[in-house]
């Protein structure tokens, strides 16, 4: 395949990826009002906005769904799991995000939108940053404690080596999306196995994470577009660079691959109505006006309709398996 015949111009990008700067330099964010000190921690954590959490949260958060839905566990101790998950999550991306921010310091150091970001600007440096990872990915193991299974705790392993990895991905293959999304997508495991132990590698749960794969790689291939010209220039490998001119193509394969996988999980569970008519309608409609309308040209479109079409799925799919969980618990009651 031909990895230059589709080339946005290049001004447009440079200067959109000043603008696009994920320090937002010039902007009010939340953690401004924390002493000095702790702002270039937060930058690293990358949590100007709760996105970043979200995207590690989500399939923890379906995982958890659907382990409550077959159970049929009452809503107190459901929420409980929701809350210790929501609470390790937070920790977890911290670490993850941290440790994504040390390796990848020689090419953040010369990417115009990244260029910024506390390491390569000598705010933090990688000794201090790996001290701050290894806090937070502990304070993020002690909820499993609260969770008190070893099945979860075995269950997160695959999360660990697909995140540790990650960050290399980039240099070795043109996929790290499919890295991105497996250890994203473990996520509905190990909030499964919080309520179903070992049971929840099974059929419907994984159907789930092969549905919240190929999510991601929607996602995350329109953010990648951000820096497309600079990746190209540096050597970073991504589906961006892979398929370029072929990007719509590709996005709609995952697309397709997303709503099958969720149809497929609905048939295997007994999933009612209300998921189809909610979670398969909502990420049908939000995925494909978003594949549709994106500009994979201009940087704050593929951010704009990132971040929007990242939230309407993730909602999408909540709200149906919530619905469902809540309409068999109303059943047994």
Request: one cysteine or more; hydrophobic letters at 45%.
């Amino acid at each position: 395949m031909d990895h230059t015949s589709h080339q946005p111009n290049l001004s447009r990008h440079s200067q959109a990826s000043i603008i696009m700067s994920d320090t937002q330099w010039g902007k009010r964010r939340w953690y401004d009002i924390l002493p000095l000190f702790c702002v270039p921690y937060m930058e690293l954590c990358h949590i100007s906005t709760p996105a970043p959490i979200f995207l590690i949260y989500f399939p923890h958060l379906y995982g958890a769904i659907y382990a409550a839905t077959v159970q049929e566990t009452p809503l107190a101790d459901f929420l409980h799991v929701c809350m210790v998950l929501f609470a390790g999550t937070v920790f977890f991306s911290n670490a993850a995000h941290a440790w994504n921010d040390i390796i990848d310091v020689p090419i953040d150091s010369i990417i115009l939108r990244t260029k910024n970001r506390p390491i390569p600007r000598g705010a933090i440096t990688p000794s201090t940053a790996t001290v701050f990872m290894f806090s937070q990915a502990c304070s993020a193991a002690v909820f499993l404690f609260v969770i008190r299974s070893r099945d979860t705790a075995l269950c997160t392993v695959p999360t660990i080596v697909g995140t540790a990895y990650y960050p290399f991905a980039k240099r070795h293959t043109f996929f790290p999306q499919v890295m991105l999304g497996f250890y994203l997508a473990w996520g509905v495991i190990v909030g499964a196995s919080a309520g179903l132990g070992r049971q929840a590698i099974e059929g419907p749960a994984l159907c789930l994470v092969f549905a919240c794969i190929s999510w991601t790689m929607i996602y995350d291939t329109m953010y990648a577009y951000m820096d497309l010209q600079e990746d190209l220039r540096v050597g970073v490998k991504s589906t961006a660079v892979f398929f370029q001119a072929n990007t719509k193509t590709f996005l709609w394969l995952m697309l397709g691959s997303m709503l099958s996988s969720l149809v497929l999980f609905g048939c295997w569970s007994g999933m009612g109505s209300s998921f189809y008519t909610i979670s398969l309608g909502g990420c049908l409609m939000s995925q494909s006006l978003m594949i549709k309308r994106v500009d994979l040209e201009m940087p704050e479109s593929c951010w704009w309709w990132f971040s929007n079409g990242f939230w309407a799925a993730g909602a999408s799919i909540t709200a149906g398996l919530v619905t469902e969980y809540l309409r068999r618990l109303s059943y047994r009651e």
